[in-house]
């Protein structure tokens, strides 16, 4: 090789250990750079390592961890390291999923941070070569009363469904949470899950030598340097305005860059295809070219852009959105060319692969395509960086790990210290309208559930959305019908990190199951506090072993995921909060089963234990309290599993009316949803055998135990229900029978809940109202 | 022969709700074809024009602005203007009342955010998409800009002319003063053309047309508008 080394750019500042440090990268860190290159870097190169090697996109402090998740099985098509995991669903087809995080940007500029992480996800699956046909946002914000809480909840919605309505794909489910814990550092995970033909999916691989390197989609400004390195950073409450780190986005683009995409795809003139996200061009042309085990060259002049006089290092590190970096098939470039012009898109060669396994970058000192200025310069080399070691040598941390040592204290505290709750009714109404419990149709309704019509259950109506997907090969379309949830209870993961985070993984089985679909595969968005913190650490890994654990358990893969960091403000990490979204199929519309009692007269039975009373960890008693305390309920993952085919046999053999799983606010907040998240549902009339003392009725009707469903069966078809849970050794208990406009409760023979399902609705529609006013 | 009726479904960039368009005009017996907005002429024999949701153009300027200068309005235009059926559904409403194919306005929701879910409708004018229509239609809505306003004048001879095609109601039937989106006198769709040839509507009868859809009175609409191609009502 005679290129010489890369030279110092006009205007690159001096590399003093404050530019390092600027850089979040820590002297040990340094020192592989430099042994790396075998000299100092350039500013541009030093950009470039500083967002490879951020948490964000090295996963530094977690990788050591995630490799113990399951992550193959019979349905995995592709596992997590691509843009995003694919499973089986049949004929050839594939779902292509994925969750991501995009907290930072979200707390600072709500919309745009919302905006683009609905465009980021979806960039990530329609790049597989997926038409993209739903959406599911899981949000966390700090406490209702919290003086920011409107104005995020506000932006983040409206963030939310600006991109996702205008870009035309369904927003049909999620999440929305508020805890104190999140004050100040906002969630919003992003889940996106497009179709495609399994032997169609494209990858992220710049492979043959000399073939086109084109950039395709919007040109390049300067926002959202340095995203990346941002999202591994803490937030102060005095800290300065990170607002120009925050990217823009634009759905209208988007739209076009992924009808053009697709019809790329289909034209078949690719070899790989990678979207420019977190870290921009680097990013992607570093994996893509990794990936392919070669290297690459870039011409930045070539660049389409839109602000002026931008620097290699501003272009490198730009993380302005919908644009993609494609490698074409030889002699293909034209058709690519062709359809990016029919779709009004900027489109420019800047490059081609290499087989020298160098990522090399030259630019032209002086060089701006947006002025008039003859150059009279020649281009000089700005990077020239080894690809492996940029990926290989990234730094791995097993960072030091130890328990809360708030836990004992917390887990010693006795429900039965509060005031006995006397009034039932009362509590159950106060409960069902709190933000956390209640109805989130204030967020839903600004969300377009319903663009390309095959949406079967939206946002609110059930434990998951199910979504016709129509899968195309060839001009034969054959539909699919795919079901999706989200969770993510921080609560649970905080009192018990291992037992929480396979609950998690429990309830978005066990929300796919009683809807009547079969689990596929599961993606993960794993937000924690500072790695740095080893309680922070302990949580992250035990986290990762339960989920690990109930994944086995249910025979379910984690196919993508990532990981979201030193999400602390001021030393203080959030809940922890690893939220996973499933994605599941059912056989036929008619394998649908409603989360709401179906009509009057049917059996209301509890499959799983009668008995369960913990209130350790639950809604209810933060709700008392203010506080995540107590000892939180056991999961036993035999018993959940069999419950789960319970559900599944039940669906499959039309023998379920509904099913609700019982979770937030515990086994009569379940009951009440049932006659309360669809219009026109029944009431009940339920009897259930509870304990004399008010705690201890408390506990069984609020204890969020898992492992628990309310379904509701026709008298006739009781006998074959009861045969198949015995069959799997699911405990059943008839609790009472559908009917009325009423929730009533025995025990004993006497009412102790009387509610009219009016009360019910108006308590629960109104949950937002201390947020967002009424109307 | 109900099979070789041809409706086109005509695609600008941003339109998003094609796909239901031409999914429910199929399910409804139309030969349905999708035109992209840079082709100048319809295909031979179009019956029945649709212009889906969504947001042509990225609703720059204003929602439907930009159609004003598509290659293919002209075409659109002339069917219109020949009696052929046009119906313009969500944005496709919002482009008929900025080309000035129909009369009105289409503005920002009175509560100023985007808003998704069921309404009720009442047929309130006869015509070739609301024959045989029944008293009161559950459909969706999913716009930000759906408040419909219109002069004094102008709403006199809407009402006038029986051209109020349908306002938003209660489940009885009994129309509602505003809407979910404040429209003057609770206006949902209109109709325009020669002989009410031309429907915009801001509900998406094409998302409430299957089994699938908890629903299906949507459909009725494109019943409808076959029946009147059957019959030979439109030219």
Sequence with gaps: MSRSAPLPFPGDPELSPAVWRQHKITPSEQETVLRVLGREPTFAELGVFSVMWSEHCSYKSSRVHLSRLPTTGPKVVQGPGENAGAVDIGDGFCAVFKMESHNHPSFIEPYQGAATGVGGILRDVFTMGARPIALLDSLRFGRPEHPRTPELLRGVVAGIGGYGNCIGVPTVGGEVVFDARYDGNILVNAFACGVCASDRIFYGRASGVGNSIIYVGARTGRDGIHGATMASDEFSASGPSQRPTVQVGDPFMEKLLLEACLEIFAADVLEGVQDMGAAGLTSSSVEMASRAGGGLRLDLDLVPRRAKKLTPYEILLSESQERMLMVAKPGKEAKVLEICKKWDLDVAVIGEVTGDGRWVVTATPGFDPLDDEQVTTSPVIVCDLPVAELTDSAPRYDRPRAPDPTLPARHAFDPASLPAPTDLSRELLELIGTPNVGSKRWVHRQYDSIVRGGTAAGPGVGDAAVVRAPCERDGVVIDKLLAFTSDGNGRFVELDPYTGGAMIIAEVCRNLVVTGAEPLGITDCLNFGNPENPVVMEQLARAIDGMAAACRALGVPIVSGNVSLYNDTDGRPILPTPTCAGVGQLGAIEDLVPSTFAGEGDVVVLLGDANAACLGGSEWLRHRTGDTTGDPPKLDLDAEARLQRLCLSLARGRLARSMHDVADGGLLVALAECSALRPDAPGARVSLELPADAHGRAARLFGEDPTRVVASVRPGELAAVREAARVEGVPLTVLGETGGARLVVTSGGAAIVDVTVAAIVEHRERALEPIVGAG | ?235
């Design chain 2, 1 to 235: 022969m109900s099979a070789a009726m041809r409706a086109a479904v005509v695609v600008f960039p941003g339109s998003n709700a094609d796909q239901e368009m031409l999914r429910t005009l199929r399910l409804a017996g139309f030969d349905a074809v999708s035109v992209w907005h840079k082709d100048s002429s319809l295909p031979a024999s179009t019956e029945l024009v649709a212009l889906p949701g969504g947001f042509s153009y990225g609703d720059y300027l204003r929602c439907g602005a930009i159609c004003r200068a598509s290659p293919i309005l002209p075409a659109v235009r002339a069917h219109a203007a020949r009696g052929g059926l046009v119906l313009g559904v969500c944005n496709g409403f919002q482009i008929l009342t900025e080309v000035g194919m129909l009369p009105g306005a289409l503005t920002r929701n009175a509560h100023l955010r985007f808003e998704c879910s069921d309404v009720w409708l009442t047929p309130t004018g006869e015509g070739p998409f609301t024959r045989g229509l029944p008293k009161t239609l559950a459909l969706p809505i999913a716009h930000a800009e759906g408040r419909y306003h219109a002069d004094h004048d102008t709403l006199a001879r809407l009402e006038g002319e029986g051209l109020v095609a349908f306002r938003y109601c209660d489940a009885d039937g009994v129309p509602s003063e505003h809407g979910p989106n404040g429209s003057v006198r609770g206006i949902a769709g209109v109709y325009g053309g020669p002989s009410k040839n031309v429907l915009g509507l801001m509900p998406h009868p094409e998302r409430r047309s299957e089994v699938l859809h908890g629903g299906a009175d949507g459909k009725l609409l494109f019943d409808a508008a076959m029946r009147t191609l059957e019959r030979g009502l439109a030219a």
